[in-house]
């Protein structure tokens, strides 16, 4: 689906399809540059970072293999409160495995915080964090090799995996929802 399919919906469109694409290819490169001929594990937050994953692995120019999380962070006014519970845990083994968490969208930071630390409990060799957008404010990982492909201004951006009440996923660039969308 395009923005001009939804238009009246969108405040406005903040990264085109291709803007992304080239974006996430050389987040690919930079991950490969770290992990060399390792064969890292890219653990995919669902729903929101099923698109950005695959496509990242896609333009991986290594072997990888690709786990999938889901996780529920509860929010008050469009903004994670803190309280994180898991849905999907990851069903690989990723002892002494590099792992990298790819999520769409880092937001206050407290549920890739959380994931982290899950992760951690789990014996990998290393954790590192790959996220499509990171708004203002958000927490810092100290310890946590951390790519960004944008960074973005707040506002509920959906569109390229991300969503609003299970719609917008399929927009192929992601855009700024209407506050008319999700206020009453």
Avoid at 40 to 61: E, K, N, Q, S, W
Avoid at 124 to 143: G, I, N
Avoid at 157 to 178: T, W
Wanted: glycine share 8%; charged share 20%.
């Amino acid at each position: 689906m395009d923005a001009t399919d939804v238009a009246n919906d969108l405040e406005a469109v903040l990264l085109t399809e291709d803007q992304i694409l080239t974006r996430v290819g050389t987040l690919a490169r930079e991950l490969h540059e770290l992990y060399g001929p390792r064969t890292p594990i890219l653990v995919g937050v669902l729903g929101g970072a099923a698109t950005f994953t695959v496509d990242l692995a896609r333009a991986y120019p290594a072997q990888l293999e690709i786990g999938w999380m889901a996780v529920k962070s509860y929010s008050t006014h469009n903004r994670a409160s803190g309280s994180v519970r898991l849905l999907k845990d990851l069903d690989l083994d990723i002892t002494g495995r590099d792992i990298v968490i790819v999520d769409s969208v880092i937001d206050t930071g407290l549920t890739m915080s959380w994931l982290i630390a899950n992760l951690a409990q789990r014996s990998p060799a290393s954790v590192a964090v790959c996220a499509l957008l990171r708004k203002p404010e958000t927490a810092r990982f100290a310890d946590t090799p951390t790519y960004v492909g944008f960074e973005v201004g707040e506002g509920l951006i959906v569109g390229y995996g991300m969503d609003h009440n299970g719609l917008y996923r399929n927009l192929r660039s992601a855009a700024l929802l209407s506050k008319a969308r999700y206020t009453s």
